[in-house]
């Protein structure tokens, strides 16, 4: 059996049959409700079950709410109840001196920053605290000073005590050697470099000159003559090597 047509109730036959908005229409009649311009599947749109065009479809608009005793009432009586709760937890609450915060990562974070800057904070008070409480220290080791100054005679006795703290005494050897040269200990170098003498004590030659009558004076230094030209005197020990 054939359908009716949705705007003319009349049969509606395959060949002239439109369905759409859960109804069967002529595609004469399908138009819209307000222009009576004929429509397609494309180009309508529908509300309330009936096809419109673009122009005259509906538009909702939204509708104002008068303030009415019975409103107003309402409203009053929600916000009479939301400070009641309000005043129930905070009474709940009150006396325990903190509130229960969710760790979340974003409060690990900030957790962790506040350490990390505590623990900075406490480094630089450590190490002021530490550097505050050498500096007095120092000034307590002038006293055996002023105790052996205080001491009278003993004085003379301690007097030898800063001479373990000169390092350069080696050298002196050199100059007391260059007044007269040690014994003859035999021993034969070859310099390996150019050296130009840089004191009166010294002795200067050029690579590969033989140095004759060789005696070690210290861990650095040794004293020679050149054979090439008959001077003698401290020369390196880097600088040559034993033939």
Same mark, same amino acid.
């Given at each position: ?134 500096? *007095?220290? @120092? $000034?307590?080791? !002038?006293?055996?000073? &002023?105790? #052996?100054?205080?001491? %009278? /005679? ?9 001479? *373990?703290? @000169? $390092?350069?005494? !080696?050298?002196?050897? &050199?100059? #007391?050697?260059?007044? %007269? /040269? ?25 690579? %590969? ?35």
């Amino acid at each position: 059996m054939n359908p009716q047509c949705g705007r003319c109730n009349q049969v509606v036959y395959p060949t002239e049959k439109v369905n759409c908005l859960d109804k069967c229409w002529h595609k004469r009649c399908f138009s819209c409700e307000v222009c009576k311009m004929t429509l397609n599947m494309k180009n309508y749109k529908g509300f309330d079950k009936r096809p419109y065009c673009n122009a005259h479809y509906p538009k909702t608009n939204f509708t104002c709410v008068a303030d009415t005793p019975e409103n107003l009432r309402l409203k009053h009586q929600s916000k009479m109840q939301s400070q009641f709760l309000y005043k129930e937890d905070f009474e709940k609450n009150r006396g325990r001196g903190f509130s229960v915060v969710t760790d979340t990562p974003e409060f690990q974070r900030i957790k962790k920053t506040q350490d990390q800057i505590s623990n900075i904070k406490y480094h630089e008070e450590f190490e002021k605290r530490k550097m505050g409480g050498e500096a *007095p220290h @120092q $000034p307590s080791s !002038p006293s055996p000073a &002023a105790y #052996q100054s205080s001491a %009278g /005679p003993q004085n003379y006795n301690f007097e030898p005590a800063p001479e *373990p703290a @000169q $390092p350069a005494q !080696p050298a002196q050897p &050199a100059r #007391q050697a260059a007044g %007269g /040269p040690p014994p003859s200990a035999g021993k034969r170098y070859r310099a390996v470099y150019d050296y130009s003498a840089a004191d009166e004590d010294e002795v200067s030659f050029m690579d %590969g000159d033989v140095i004759v009558d060789v005696q070690q004076i210290d861990e650095g230094w040794m004293y020679g003559r050149v054979e090439r030209t008959g001077q003698q005197g401290m020369l390196p020990a880097n600088y040559v090597e034993a033939i």
